[in-house]
């Protein structure tokens, strides 16, 4: 992967992006998402915000090498903190992390969000903690895909601030849109999901020491769900 062929993860990410967007692209990497969206003349500037060294060094490079330090600024800094009210910015992607990474990031730089950008999220693992925080900051999931590479599967939710907005616990377990559609793919990864929960459940009652009640009753209860939902 590289800024002219991104990854499939990053061309669905990259396909949710508003037109003439200024983007806020947070652990950006190699900063391959915003370099590919302005050499296609599809955003009109990037900020890559980065808050490891190497990483930051590896976007300034390949912002330095497509010659677009005039529309892509590279800044170390910690999550949203790489944000200043001047860039006026209206979209916001967080790519490639933890689900409860993402909402801390957004939680944590909440100051820094003015309500008028759309988020583009791709968590890996952890969409439930993810949406739980959306829903309580208003926040209306427009869109949601589930996408398999590379033997995982990675999901995308896209939201933007729309008043107060009320999920059911289903619902940000699986995706209020993910439920509706139910597409073969969402279906095959909640299959590979149910296993999962299958093995574990078996392992605690053969193991000897004993299983918090509270965990065990929720990871029967997911594995319940997911029975009804591919039943």
Sequence with gaps: MNEQTLSMRLERV???MPAG?????????????PVALLRRGAIAMAVAGEVALTPFSAAERTVGENGLEQHISVRLANGLAAIEPEDGITAISLCGMGGETIRDILDSGKARLSGQERLILQPNGGEQPLRQWLMENDYRILCEEVLQENRFYYEIIVAERAGPVKYT???????????QARTPIFLAKWQRLLRQKQK?????????QAVPEEKLQDIARQARWITELLA
């Design 200 to 208: 574990t459940l078996t392992s605690f009652a053969k193991a000897r």
């Design 169 to 179: 616990a289903k619902q940000l377990y699986f995706g209020p849109l993910q439920l």
């Design 14 to 16: 990259a396909a949710h």
């Design 21 to 33: 967007a200024r983007l806020a692209d947070i652990g950006s990497d190699h900063a391959y998402l």
